[in-house]
């Protein structure tokens, strides 16, 4: 039994599904996992932990597989947050996009995609998890690598309350990137940052000494401070990067179409009126924390299903053989 105050992270790699699920634990005696969408032919992988080494692993061959920085546009990825009453489950897809100059007259094309990525970083010790979209390096630094430095250099500059605070270091965070990226895009004229060069993150995680999760994120150069996504008992479900494919399914419409009406003379609340009947209603208060894996599972799955269908090159995906994602889980007390 892991006392209250406790966390002990879990990972776990898969490498049929090139999946990595991060687990934390408050008060939870942990011996398994459902995890049927990993597995086809079972619906429940038992799971081996280690008190010393805090390490579980899934009875299969199993790897560590090589991650690399994301880069490309603001839409070059996908990332999904699900947030429950017991916890919270964030997932993002794997590919990474390499743009080049192809003319003279400076447009740029897909020339190389890749599908190990790591888009999703647990922060230090504590049960806190950040999600990057956008571009993929900050001058000749990649993001990953940035990332490193961040928990090597500027996290433990913060007193352990603060470390184990998701505010502060999302607002740690927000200081530390914000001034990279201040610093190298200074003579990139505004509309061209916010066109070609936005960075996104999304920070969320247990903080000591309260009951829910938090999420808070930032998105350069349109934010000035981090923002918080939604109240402590508020729940439900997150994504960005390439949103479209999975609003399109959970709104019932296109969330463009309502420049498109307005443009033809539709006023907001007739817009308004037309569309909110067909939105999916989702019970989030009570849903258990597999199911939260199972939806963040479905997002990801979903819009790269979309993407990997549609003309150009994909904007997002993994390995060839099966859909790429990495999973973090934190279960709060």
């Known amino acids: 039994m892991v006392s209250r105050h406790q966390r002990i ?70 990332i999904a947050s699900v947030k429950v009453r017991d916890g919270l489950v964030l997932a ?16 740029k094309a897909v020339i190389k995609t890749y599908s190990n990525a790591k888009k999703l970083f647990h922060i230090g010790d504590a049960p806190i998890g950040a999600m990057i979209y956008g ?26 309350p603060k470390r184990e605070s998701v505010h502060d270091v999302a607002e740690a965070l927000f200081v530390y990137f914000n001034s990279l990226y201040q610093t190298e895009f200074a003579n ?54 390439i949103d479209l494919p ?23 609340k007739t817009i308004k009126e037309a569309l909110e009947p067909w939105k999916a209603n989702i019970a989030y208060d009570g849903m258990p924390v597999q199911d939260a894996i199972n939806l963040a599972v479905f997002i990801v799955q979903t819009t790269i299903g979309l993407v990997s269908f549609e003309i150009g090159a994909p904007s997002c995906g993994g390995h060839c053989k099966w859909p790429q994602y990495y999973l973090m889980a934190l279960l709060s007390g």
């Open 9 to 78: 992270p879990y990972f776990v790699r898969n490498i049929s599904y090139r999946t990595m699920l991060f687990v934390v634990v408050r008060y939870q005696t942990v011996s398994k996992i459902e995890c049927s969408l990993f597995q086809p032919n079972s619906s429940v992988i038992p799971l081996i932990a280690s008190l010393t080494s805090l390490m579980l692993t899934i009875e299969k061959e199993s790897d560590i597989t090589s991650l690399k920085g994301q880069d490309g546009r603001l839409g070059m990825t996908i």
């Open 92 to 107: 993002t897809d794997s590919m990474t996009t390499i743009q080049a100059t192809v003319d003279k007259a400076g447009n």
């Open 135 to 160: 571009i993929g390096n900050i001058g000749q630094r990649s993001i990953e690598g940035l990332m490193f430095d961040f928990s090597v250099k500027e996290l433990t500059k913060l007193t352990k």
């Open 188 to 241: 990139i004229p505004p509309e061209q940052k916010i066109r070609d060069f936005r960075f996104g993150i999304f920070v969320a995680g247990c903080s000591v000494g309260k009951p829910f999760v938090e999420e808070w994120e930032f998105l350069l150069p349109r934010d000035l401070k981090i923002k918080r996504v939604r109240t402590d008992t508020t729940f439900g479900a997150s994504w960005r990067g």
């Open 246 to 268: 999975f609003t399109r399914l959970i709104k019932g419409f296109d969330p463009r179409s309502r420049q498109i009406l307005k443009k033809h003379g539709l006023s907001d």
